[in-house]
C-alpha cells in the first residue's frame, strides 16, 4: 500500500495533538464475524440478549469489507411495536483515534434509550490509525444509511432518527445533521439510495472545528462549514472548564447557527470539563438529552400536538 501524502500525515499528527480524553478500550465482543450485505435485508447479527424490556443485537455489520470497525449494537424495546419507532444513533468518542462502541457509557445509553421506545444503534467507525480522515465520517453516515435500509425490518421511523455523541463523537454525530449528500462524503458502503442525515441531534463537547490556524481546518469535514437556517433541530452541551474543546469555538458557532435562524439550543456548565455530558454534571444533562429527543423525536408515551 502507498504511503499516505504528506498532507495526510500533517492532519493525522494534527488529530494526535488536538489532545481529545482517550477512551479506554473495552474487550471485544466475540462470535462470528458474517457480513450484511449491501443487496441484501438481512442483519446479519451474531447474537442477541434479552432483558425484561430490552433485545440488545450485537456485532452487526452495516457494510461489507475487511474491517472490523464495520460493526453495531442494536437495542430495541421487546414489546411488539404497535407504530413505527424513532431512532438514536449513539457514536464514541475518544480523539478520532481510540475508543470503542463497547465503552459502558454508551452500552448504557444504547439499552436505557431502548427501554424509553428508541429503536437504539451504537455505532464503531474507523479510527485515524487504520483510515485518515474523512473516514469516521463516511463510515457513520453509512451506518445511518444502514439503518433506513432495515427501517422496516426493526420497525424504524425513518423520518425520526437522531443521534448523540461526545467530543470526536459530538463532531461525528453534528456531521451526521448537517452534511449534505452533495459534500462528497458518503463513502463507498452501500445503501446509497438512503439518506445519512439524522432529524435531530445531541452532542458534548462538540469540537465544530479543529481550529482556523491549522492545515486541518478544511471546513467540509466541520461542522463550521456547513452553518444555515436549513439543519435538523440541535443541542450541544459545553463545559466551561474544557481544556480541549474550547468553549469560545462552541459558542461562535452557536451565534452564528442563531444568525442563520437555525433551530440550536445550547447548554453550558461553567464548572464542568471536557466531560461534561459523558461523566459529569449528569444530573443536568441526561434530563436535558433526554427531554431534547422526546421533543423532537416524540417516542411512544411522549406528548404529541
Request: proline residues 7%.
Amino acid at each position: 500500500m502507498k504511503n499516505p501524502p504528506r498532507r495526510t500525515q500533517r492532519i493525522t499528527g494534527l488529530l494526535l495533538l488536538f489532545g481529545v480524553a482517550l477512551i479506554a478500550q473495552a474487550q471485544s465482543q466475540g462470535g462470528d464475524r458474517s457480513i450484511a450485505s449491501p443487496n441484501s435485508t438481512a442483519a446479519a447479527p451474531t447474537h442477541a440478549d434479552h432483558t425484561n424490556s430490552v433485545k440488545v443485537i450485537r456485532d452487526i455489520a452495516y457494510r461489507e469489507g475487511a474491517s472490523k470497525a464495520w460493526r453495531l449494537d442494536l437495542a430495541m424495546p421487546v414489546e411488539p411495536p404497535t407504530e413505527l419507532r424513532p431512532a438514536l444513533v449513539i457514536v464514541h468518542g475518544g480523539g478520532w483515534r481510540t475508543g470503542s462502541r463497547t465503552v459502558d457509557v454508551f452500552q448504557r445509553m444504547m439499552t436505557n434509550y431502548a427501554s424509553k421506545g428508541y429503536v437504539t444503534i451504537n455505532v464503531d467507525y474507523r479510527l485515524t490509525g487504520e483510515a485518515p480522515f474523512p473516514a469516521c465520517i463516511e463510515d457513520v453516515k453509512c451506518a445511518v444509511r444502514w439503518l433506513r435500509a432495515h427501517a422496516a425490518e426493526y420497525h424504524v421511523d425513518p423520518d425520526r432518527i437522531g443521534a448523540y455523541g461526545h467530543s470526536a463523537g459530538a463532531h461525528l454525530a453534528m456531521m451526521l445533521a448537517m452534511v449534505p449528500k452533495s459534500a462528497g462524503l458518503e463513502g463507498d458502503g452501500g445503501w446509497t439510495e438512503f439518506s445519512s442525515r439524522v432529524n435531530a441531534v445531541a452532542a458534548g463537547s462538540p469540537p465544530t472545528e479543529l481550529g482556523r490556524d491549522t492545515p486541518m481546518a478544511k471546513t467540509e469535514w466541520w461542522p463550521i462549514g456547513y452553518i444555515s437556517a436549513d439543519q435538523p433541530p440541535m443541542l450541544l452541551i459545553q463545559g466551561g472548564a474544557d481544556r480541549i474543546v474550547r468553549p469560545e469555538l462552541t459558542e461562535d458557532f452557536v451565534q452564528k447557527m442563531k444568525a442563520k435562524g437555525a433551530n440550536i439550543e445550547y447548554l453550558r456548565i461553567d464548572e464542568a470539563g471536557h466531560d461534561v455530558a459523558y461523566s459529569q454534571s449528569l444530573e443536568i444533562t441526561d434530563p436535558a438529552i433526554e427531554k431534547f429527543f422526546a421533543t423532537h423525536l416524540k417516542p411512544k408515551g411522549s406528548s404529541r400536538p
